[in-house]
């Protein structure tokens, strides 16, 4: 069956940087769409970035432009979140999720248009 495991939470301090991962098994990657989510206490889960299919289309949301970058292994089957400059506000459980199509763009980046989902990872920005 489809698994996605999320792994390279920490606790880093303000500007520092992490490295997500999220491997999948039980499925081919390079058809569908992988997105990160993440969800701090007391807040709705959010789409921070999606990648496509072999086209390698991105997005991003508009509070981690310009510091976060995904990127894709289709021969490992992984997706990564590259986090730069982090910040106090990054702080959340970080989720990987498929999509059920190809598609990656804002208005996809939605809890509806995914349909598996990994068990998370904690990321804390603290000093």
């Known amino acids: 069956q489809v698994q996605l495991v999320e792994s390279g939470g920490d606790l880093v301090q303000p500007g520092g940087s992490l490295r997500l991962s999220c491997a999948a098994s039980?499925?081919?990657?390079?058809?569908?769409?992988i997105g990160w989510f993440r969800q701090a206490p007391g807040k709705e889960r959010e789409g921070v970035s999606c990648?496509?299919?072999?086209?390698?289309?991105?997005y991003y949301a508009d509070s981690v432009k310009g510091r976060f970058t995904i990127s894709r292994d289709n021969t490992k089957n992984t997706v990564y979140l590259q986090m730069n400059s982090l910040k106090p506000e990054d702080t959340a459980v970080y989720y990987c999720?498929?999509?059920?199509?190809?598609?990656?763009?804002?208005?996809?980046?939605?809890?509806?248009?995914?349909?598996?989902w990994g068990q998370g990872t904690q990321v804390t920005v603290s000093s």
């Open positions: 999720a498929k999509a059920r199509g190809s598609i990656c763009s804002g208005d996809h980046i939605t809890r509806a248009y995914y349909n598996y």
């Open positions: 039980g499925y081919t990657l390079d058809y569908y769409t």
């Open positions: 990648i496509s299919n072999s086209e390698g289309r991105t």
